[in-house]
């Protein structure tokens, strides 16, 4: 029996009616629908330009150290006999605390022979007086009798003339006058004399008082004495030990002050100087030039836990400029740095603790300030009333740090971006959200006042 082959148009008939299907599809088809495409803004910080008046402010960092130092030098030589229980390095004693007692005696002694060479001057000076008294008297005496034998030579002359006496007599007669004359003469000379001896024996009295105000002097400096209350820093005597003088003996920081000298680059220290006119340094008493200066300073200490402040006074500028760094030295006062101690929160202000110190200007009044980030290369990012970027050149008056003071360039209530934008392209449409938290933080910056 013979097999029919099968036919082939049956297999292509589902091929053509598929290709039959999609071209009435594409005939049917309509175009797609263009739709414009929107911008998207871009969500950024920003903060409301706003007039404050800022404080200028210069930072630093030193070291403390007090402002006074004394140094006990030994100013007369002898053996220790006492010396405090307390003198130890490191120890706070008050004013006045005896430290160490030199053997007093051979001063004392010192002094005892000079006020006997005064009570034997003394003496000496009141028995010129009296033997100056006594000669006055003897000179009316001999001056009397130096008349008495005038009239009697004249007598013996006239008697002479008349033959009564003989010619000897008369010339016996002014022997005796003569004699009488020489009595007169001589004490004459001896109240001549008194004035240079008085003068002699006052000028001894003087150098005799000097030696005994040096012997007293030397019997006080036995005694090594405290000025003020402070704080041991070296000790170099011991009890019995043998001291010369010049020699170091101890060495006490005062506590009632302290300073700290820190570098201020020229440039900040330029904001923050600021006066109404000349300034003389020669010849303005330093209350005036503070005064004028309007320098204050603030002084914190920042180790791990602890975070403390003191208020600091400018002093002085120090003596030189550092030409590698570009830096001045400011010297900045403490009063009272051990006060308030409270060991976990507030350590005492002491030699060597290393601090920052911040220096004020006077108040700058009605100042438009923006953070620093906010700059770049001397333009703001500014979003213009259609919410699109806007970059505007600006002109600084003070930079600081943390935030800048702008001249011109800015109005009061513009919007400053303060977002980082890559890129930043001019006209690009933006959405603003303003940042309370970097304004507050900028205030703080610059102390700024509304």
């Known amino acids: 029996m013979a097999i029919e082959k099968p036919n082939r148009w049956i297999i292509l008939l589902p091929i053509l009616a598929g290709f039959a299907a999609l071209a009435l599809l594409k005939q049917n088809q309509s175009e797609p629908l263009q739709e414009t495409a929107k911008e998207q803004p871009r969500l950024v910080r920003v903060m409301t330009a706003f007039e404050a008046t800022v404080i200028p402010q210069a930072i630093g960092h030193g070291t403390v150290r007090p402002a006074k130092t004394w140094e006990a030098v030994a100013q007369v030589k002898g053996e220790i006999l006492q010396k405090h229980p307390e003198l130890k390095k490191g120890a706070i004693l008050e004013a006045g605390s005896l430290l160490l007692q030199i053997d007093p005696a051979d001063y004392q002694l010192a002094i005892a022979q000079s006020e006997a060479d005064i009570s034997a001057t003394r003496a000496q000076l009141a028995e010129l007086s009296v033997r100056e008294a006594n000669t006055r008297k003897s000179l009316v005496i001999e001056e009397q009798t130096l008349a008495l034998s005038k009239k009697e030579l004249a007598r013996k002359k006239q008697l002479m003339n008349d033959g009564s006496i003989s010619r000897s007599k008369v010339e016996d007669q002014e022997r005796a006058l003569l004699m009488q004359q020489q009595a007169v003469q001589i004490q004459r000379n001896t109240l001549n004399l008194v004035p240079s001896q008085r003068a002699l024996l006052r000028a001894q009295l003087a150098r005799q008082a000097a030696q005994l105000s040096a012997a007293q002097r030397d019997l006080a400096n036995t005694e090594i004495r405290l000025p003020f209350a402070g704080r041991i820093a070296a000790v170099y005597a011991e009890q019995d030990q043998y001291v010369r003088e010049g020699e170091e003996l101890v060495v006490a920081d005062d506590l009632q002050l302290a300073e700290i000298e820190v570098p201020i680059p020229i440039e900040q220290m330029r904001s923050v100087l600021h006066a109404e006119g000349p300034v003389d340094l020669l010849n303005t008493p330093s209350p005036a030039l503070h005064s004028q200066l309007g320098l204050t300073a603030r002084v914190d200490l920042k180790e791990g836990i602890i975070n403390a402040s003191w208020q600091g006074r400018f002093a002085r500028m120090s003596d ?131």
Do not use: C, W
């Not at 060991?343 to 009605?366: A, C, Q």
């Open 320 to 450: 030189t400029l550092d030409p590698k760094t570009r830096t001045v030295g400011v010297i900045i006062e403490v009063d009272a740095p051990y006060a308030g101690m409270r060991p976990d929160e507030r350590p005492p202000l002491v030699k060597g603790l290393f601090v920052e110190v911040t220096l004020l200007g006077k108040p700058l009044s009605n100042r438009l300030i923006v953070p620093r980030s906010a700059l770049h290369q001397g333009h703001l990012l500014i979003i213009d009333a259609d919410n699109r970027l806007v970059l505007r050149p600006v002109t600084l008056s003070l930079l600081q740090p943390e935030f800048a003071v702008i001249s011109s360039g800015l109005e009061p209530g513009e919007q400053v971006v303060l977002s980082d934008l890559v890129p930043a392209i001019e006209g690009m449409l933006l959405q603003p959200q303003e940042d309370q938290q970097a304004v507050a933080r900028l205030k703080q910056q610059a102390g700024a006042l509304p």
